[in-house]
Each structure stands twice: as structure tokens, then as C-alpha cells.
């Protein structure tokens, strides 16, 4: 296909000369303790967001990191991991693999818990992981997945599904739009290639992650990525883009519908110490409690006096229940 094509160019490109124009969200540099991170890791931070969690990496299964670029999230991955091969990375364009590999060399000379074998680096295609099935305990992919046109999206969700191991997790971080993208800038394969045009609505984003096969779903962060003007961009109006962070388990989707957690959180103030709503849901007195927002929803609809349910804050960092 032309677009994944053009993709490859810029990507290839984007190896020789380190691009700042190319996505990335301005944030200050990451810092993590015992870890040095090389400027050039920094200048080719081709994500727009972050996809690394302390708490999702496995300490008995590999994390597969697809699209590496630099290597900067590789790297951070390995220094959470610090084993042999630890974390294997994908990448399709030989040149970025190529730069990947030096960097990572580069950041052996400042680490020395960096080991050759810490990072296993490989070609392949995020449309058909060189990976076996159920092996690996968390994927990532960051500002990949959004250039990819729902056919081939579907593709890729579906190949992190199969290589995760039950209850594994996929860690994303891709743009998103508030209404679709005219097709004038959907069908540019530039524009596409440099995750500008290629964003799905939040809500069709996270329903493919369900239609994967994934039942639970966190939101942890949401942020301005880039605003497509009028002017430039031939628009009616305006289009600000976010980036999103989403990391989705692969347990399986409830007959309910899948769980997803946006940071809505229920209060129970009434006067008995705890309220029990008879679907697994306890609420002490006065402790806000992290719930899904089908079950946030279930509960708003209820009515009571004394139980306050509150907005998605769109970044939800974990507890709670479902
Ligand atoms: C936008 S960059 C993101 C790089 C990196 N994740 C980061 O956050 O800096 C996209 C990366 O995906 C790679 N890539 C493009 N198409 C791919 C594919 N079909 N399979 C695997 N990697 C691909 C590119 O070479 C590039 O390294």
C-alpha cells in the first residue's frame, strides 16, 4: 500500500537527520533514577505521549516495544527491566533500526546496567510481529498505530493481542481528533506518515481496542498534540488534536461491555458506614472510589442523595474496582 510505503521514506529519512517538527508533545525530559539518557535519544522523541509505566512492566515476561526510533522509551523500558532481553524491539525501516542500535550503544558508555543483550532488536512488521503467540507480558507503541487506516489498525491491534500472554497489556499512545479528518488530509500520505492526519475520534479509537479483544481499557493521559489551522490545513474550522495514553489488558470483554476507566470516581456521604450497590461495588463513607464508566454511569442513574458520582479526569493512574 502507497501510504505505508511513503511511511517507510519518512521514517527512513527521519533516522539520518533527527526531525523535531516530527510528532513528540513538548514536556520536560524524562528524568528516572540510574538512568542516563543520550541528547540524540532526546532530539529523535518521535512519540506524543508516554507509553513507559513503572508499574506495568513484567519482571517474568518480555515487553515488545513496536517502532522504535531512537530508542528513547526503548531504553527506559530496559532500565525498568534490566535483564537479558528484557525488552525486544520491532521496527520495519533498517535505517531506523540501525539508529536505534547505535543509540543504544551510545547509552551503554553512561549505563552500566546496559548490556548488549538487555535490548533485543528486530526487523518486522507491526502487521505481523516476528513474535510467538501468548509470550509477552506488555507491548507498546507510540504515534504508530494512528498512521495506520483502520484495515491495517485492526491488524495490528490483533497481532499485540495474540502475542500477549493472558492478562498481558498493551500500552498506547497515539493522537486523536474530535471529529474525523476531512479525506484531503486523510488520503496525504505525508501528513499521514507524520501522525497528522490519520487520527481516529476517542470513541472509535477505544471501541477497535475492544473490537480486539481487550475488556479493560485505562485512559492515563490526555494532552493538546496539535492544532491543524484553518489556513493551513484547508478546514472550515480549526482541529486540535490531543494525544491520548491508553493501556488496555487482555482479559476477556464482559457480556456487559468492556470495562473502561477514565478517572470517574464514585462518593458514597450517607449516613451508613459503606454502601454496597449488589454488583461487587463497595463504597466506604467519604472514599472516592475509581469505577469504570459503565458502572459509573449505572450508578449516576440510580439518583441517591448521598452518592456523588464525578467527571472523567482522562487521567486515571490505577485502583478502584469494576
Ligand atoms: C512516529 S515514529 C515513533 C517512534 C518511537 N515510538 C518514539 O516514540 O519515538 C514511528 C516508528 O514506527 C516505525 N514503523 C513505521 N511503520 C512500521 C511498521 N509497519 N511496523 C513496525 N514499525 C514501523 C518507524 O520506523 C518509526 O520508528
New binding site residues.
Given amino acids: 500500500m502507497q501510504y505505508?510505503e511513503a511511511?517507510?521514506a519518512l521514517?527512513?529519512a527521519?533516522?539520518q537527520t533527527p526531525d523535531d517538527q516530527?510528532?513528540?508533545v513538548s514536556t520536560p525530559p524524562w528524568r528516572m533514577p540510574d538512568l542516563d539518557i543520550p541528547d540524540v535519544m532526546h532530539e529523535?522523541?518521535?512519540?506524543?505521549g508516554t507509553?513507559v509505566h513503572p508499574r506495568d512492566v513484567p519482571t517474568d515476561a518480555p515487553v515488545l516495544?513496536?517502532?522504535?526510533?531512537?530508542g528513547?522509551?526503548l531504553l527506559q523500558f530496559a532500565s525498568l527491566a534490566r535483564r537479558p532481553t528484557g525488552v525486544i524491539g520491532?521496527?520495519?525501516?533498517p535505517e531506523?533500526l540501525d539508529v536505534?542500535r547505535r543509540n543504544l550503544n551510545l547509552a551503554e558508555q553512561t549505563n552500566p546496567w546496559l548490556t548488549s543483550d538487555t535490548v533485543d532488536l528486530r526487523e518486522?512488521?507491526?502487521?505481523k510481529l516476528p513474535i510467538d503467540d501468548d509470550v509477552v507480558g506488555l507491548v507498546a507503541?507510540?504515534?504508530?498505530f494512528n498512521?495506520?487506516r483502520e484495515e491495517?489498525l485492526d491488524r495490528?491491534l490483533a497481532e499485540a493481542h495474540r502475542v500477549l500472554r493472558p492478562e498481558g497489556a498493551l500500552s498506547l499512545?497515539d493522537p486523536i481528533t474530535p471529529r474525523p479528518i476531512p479525506d484531503h488530509l486523510r488520503d496525504d500520505d505525508r501528513l499521514r506518515a507524520m501522525?497528522l492526519s490519520g487520527a481516529l475520534t476517542l470513541e472509535d479509537y477505544l471501541a477497535r481496542i475492544v473490537a480486539a479483544g481487550f475488556g479493560t481499557i485505562e485512559v492515563r493521559g490526555r494532552r493538546p498534540y496539535r492544532l491543524l489551522d484553518q489556513r493551513r490545513f484547508g478546514l472550515q474550522d480549526h482541529l486540535l488534536l490531543e494525544s491520548i495514553e491508553v493501556v488496555a489488558y487482555k482479559t476477556p470483554v464482559p457480556s456487559d461491555g468492556p470495562c473502561i476507566f477514565t478517572g470517574r470516581t464514585a462518593i458514597w456521604f450517607g449516613e451508613a458506614h459503606s454502601f454496597d450497590d449488589g454488583k461487587g461495588h463497595v463504597l466506604r463513607r467519604d472514599v472516592p472510589v475509581g469505577v469504570c464508566d459503565k458502572t459509573a454511569d449505572q450508578l449516576a442513574c440510580l439518583s441517591l442523595a448521598q452518592l456523588m458520582v464525578t467527571d472523567s479526569t482522562w487521567h486515571y493512574d490505577g485502583g478502584g474496582c469494576c
Fill in positions: 505505508l511511511t517507510r521514517y527512513a527521519a533516522a516530527l510528532c513528540c529523535m522523541n518521535y512519540g506524543c507509553t516495544y513496536i517502532g522504535v526510533g531512537g528513547l522509551e520491532v521496527d520495519n525501516v531506523m536505534c518486522g512488521d507491526a502487521l507503541q507510540n504515534c504508530l498512521i495506520f491495517e495490528a499512545s501522525c
